[in-house]
């Protein structure tokens, strides 16, 4: 029989796994196989906040009108984190996913021009591509460190995903790499999941005014997002194939799955969240 710490860890895997959308129905199906609330406390909230991190959850900001991004970059302490946009610091509630607690921050540092360039640029990126999207960029003081999520959640549909990515500057050195992610959960007459990433973007970065700099990270970026996107659509079209290959011929239910259907359904979620 598993110990308390074995139980502890294999639940905390299973809320960490859980796609983008439906973490609270992983956390219900979590309790009810476990039956001991009290083991589970001992490391929820830590857990809820480590999820909501690497995913890169968004929130309403109470005022300013955009949304607000949750990332280890930006914070603070457990609950409380930075709006570089903004210059202001608020605290998140990772149960309710409420932000309160709006106030003004220390966070401008010597590289807020350039900052505050590249995030104008993604501020329109984000308003062409990722509507319903966020992104913040982090000075790091050695680093600038811009960040983008995007959420589609459509349960009625059966189908949510998530796309990440993850752009790091080495201001010494110019060293700019890009880490990308999508996430896609389809599970109408099936269980379907995409889980694509990628993190072979780089390239240098010549020094110049912060406008022209900022220009230069962005161009990368927005190509970089663009070939990436192309690349998982071609895996798409070849994927029905494979599937066909890879299925068993009857399933446990002894009833066939149109494959066809689910195929096209996922299809669909990846055109939705690259904003096609």
Excluded at 76 to 90: A, L, V
Excluded at 119 to 145: F, M, R
Excluded at 227 to 237: H, M, R, S
Aim: net charge negative.
């Amino acid at each position: 029989m598993s110990s308390d710490t074995e139980k502890l860890a294999i639940a905390t895997n299973f809320m960490l796994a859980a796609p983008p959308g439906e973490f609270n129905e992983v956390v219900t199906d979590v309790r009810a196989l476990v039956a001991n609330d009290t083991l589970l406390n001992k490391s929820a909230l830590d857990t809820f906040r480590k999820y909501n991190s690497e995913q890169m959850l968004t929130a309403d900001h109470p005022s300013a009108g955009y949304k607000l991004l949750i990332t280890s970059y930006g914070e603070i302490d457990k609950k409380t984190y930075q709006d570089p946009r903004s210059g202001e610091q608020f605290q998140f509630d990772h149960v309710k996913h409420e932000v309160s607690n709006v106030t003004s921050g220390n966070f401008r540092g010597k590289n807020e021009a350039l900052r505050s360039s590249l995030d104008n640029l993604l501020v329109d990126y984000l308003a062409e591509y990722y509507p319903d999207g966020a992104a913040a960029v982090y000075d790091k003081g050695s680093q600038l460190v811009a960040c983008i999520s995007a959420s589609r959640f459509s349960p009625n549909n059966y189908w949510n995903g998530r796309l990440r990515s993850t752009w790091t500057l080495e201001l010494s050195s110019g060293q700019l790499t890009g880490h990308v992610r999508a996430l896609v959960h389809y599970y109408e007459e099936g269980n379907v999941q995409l889980d694509a990433s990628s993190d072979q973007f780089k390239t240098k970065v010549d020094k110049a005014d912060e406008g022209t700099m900022a220009a230069d990270i962005f161009k990368f970026i927005q190509q970089s997002e663009a070939i990436w996107q192309e690349g998982v659509d071609d895996t798409y079209l070849n994927m029905n194939e494979t599937m066909r290959a890879m299925r068993r011929q009857l399933p446990m239910t002894r009833q066939k799955l149109d494959w066809v259907k689910i195929y096209h359904g996922a299809a669909r979620v990846a055109d939705e969240l690259g904003g096609k």
